[in-house]
């Protein structure tokens, strides 16, 4: 016996031993319905995703606007209790040529995730989303872009109630 083994032997069971009752067992359906909190910063990012609106919160000691909004500031440790709504528009602070889809399969025309600063926001804060209606070759850093939305009926509160950012 080897010592991974030693104390805690493993031994394979036969389907013999699940046939013959020797091993007892169940089958069972489990009704398990899940629920998750997103928090109050974020559950107001969602709100205001759903309604067409970027929402930021901004710190009342270093006057920071962060983007996704936050409950507190990571530089100073302030709470923060103030959200606003945002632009639509920023700025491509780094970007992607991604010729693979989500499931890992290789796609002709490739995806552009980018990580777009909010105008409105502090400097650098923003979000990665995906680069539509523009050439590959024609994307670069610090091109202008705006949220192209799904229709207000679509929207569910997700960060895919903006399909892309499209340039301006």
Same mark, same amino acid.
């Given at each position: /016996?080897? =010592?991974?083994?030693?104390?805690?032997? *493993?031994?394979?069971?036969?389907?013999?031993?699940?046939?013959?009752?020797?091993? @007892?067992?169940?089958?069972?359906?489990?009704?398990?319905?899940?629920?998750?909190?997103?928090?109050?910063?974020?559950?107001?990012?969602?709100? &205001? %995703?759903?309604? #067409?609106? *970027?929402? &930021?919160?901004?710190?009342?000691?270093?006057?920071?606007?962060? $983007?996704?909004?936050?409950?507190?500031?990571?530089?100073?440790?302030?709470?923060?209790?103030?959200? %606003?709504? @945002?632009?639509?528009?920023?700025?491509?602070?780094?970007?992607?040529?991604?010729?693979?889809?989500?499931?890992?399969? !290789?796609?002709?025309?490739?995806?552009?995730?980018?990580? +777009?600063? *909010?105008? #409105?926001?502090?400097?650098?804060? &923003?979000?990665?989303?995906? +680069? &539509?209606?523009?050439?590959?070759?024609? $994307?670069?850093?610090? /091109?202008?872009?705006? =949220?192209?939305?799904?229709?207000?009926?679509? !929207?569910?509160?997700?960060?895919?109630?903006?399909?892309?950012?499209?340039?301006?």
């Amino acid at each position: /016996m080897n =010592a991974k083994n030693r104390y805690y032997p *493993i031994n394979s069971l036969p389907e013999s031993a699940f046939q013959d009752g020797s091993i @007892l067992f169940s089958f069972d359906t489990f009704n398990t319905r899940y629920a998750w909190d997103c928090g109050v910063a974020i559950g107001e990012y969602l709100a &205001g %995703l759903r309604e #067409g609106k *970027i929402i &930021g919160s901004t710190c009342p000691k270093c006057h920071r606007t962060m $983007v996704p909004p936050r409950l507190f500031c990571e530089w100073c440790y302030q709470p923060v209790h103030h959200f %606003l709504p @945002l632009l639509d528009t920023g700025t491509i602070l780094t970007f992607s040529l991604c010729y693979v889809s989500w499931d890992v399969q !290789r796609i002709t025309e490739p995806e552009i995730p980018a990580v +777009i600063a *909010i105008d #409105g926001a502090s400097k650098n804060h &923003g979000i990665l989303h995906k +680069i &539509g209606e523009i050439e590959p070759e024609k $994307v670069h850093i610090g /091109m202008r872009v705006r =949220a192209l939305w799904k229709a207000p009926e679509d !929207r569910t509160g997700d960060i895919t109630d903006i399909l892309y950012f499209k340039p301006e």
